[in-house]
Nanobody, 111 residues
Framework: QVQLLESGGGLVQPGGSLRLSCAASGRIFSTDGMGWYRQAPGKQRELVAVITSGGSTNYADSVKGRFTISRDNAKNALYLQMNSLKPEDTAVYYC?????WGQGTQVTVSS
């Protein structure tokens, strides 16, 4: 009953920026938190950032100071602003709400 549609991925040079978006539809509860995960080739999917309905955030150590997670509750939208991107950030990024996942969007950081 929940659908997540992600966008904003692409190819960017090291040091560049991207803004990922996730549009959520369906049964969204007021207490629902949302998060971004990523999975690089040959690696386990990992948590990038989470945000509660009240706006509290947590970040993986690898992205602190570079990434910012935010949400627009009126639009049921989730965002991930990624700055100072590094090649190691290359991965498929997934939006998650409760146990529901988006389809993923590819982020490639390369010269």
């Amino acid at each position: 009953q929940v659908q997540l549609l992600e966008s904003g991925g692409g190819l960017v040079q090291p040091g560049g920026s991207l803004r990922l978006s996730c549009a959520a539809s369906g049964r969204i509860f007021s207490t629902d938190g949302m998060g971004w995960y990523r999975q690089a080739p040959g690696k386990q999917r990992e948590l990038v950032a989470v945000i509660t309905s009240g706006g509290s955030t947590n970040y993986a150590d690898s992205v602190k100071g570079r990434f910012t997670i935010s949400r627009d509750n009126a639009k049921n939208a989730l965002y991930l602003q990624m700055n100072s991107l590094k090649p190691e950030d290359t991965a498929v990024y997934y939006c998650k709400l409760r146990w529901f996942w988006g389809q993923g969007t590819q982020v490639t950081v390369s010269s």
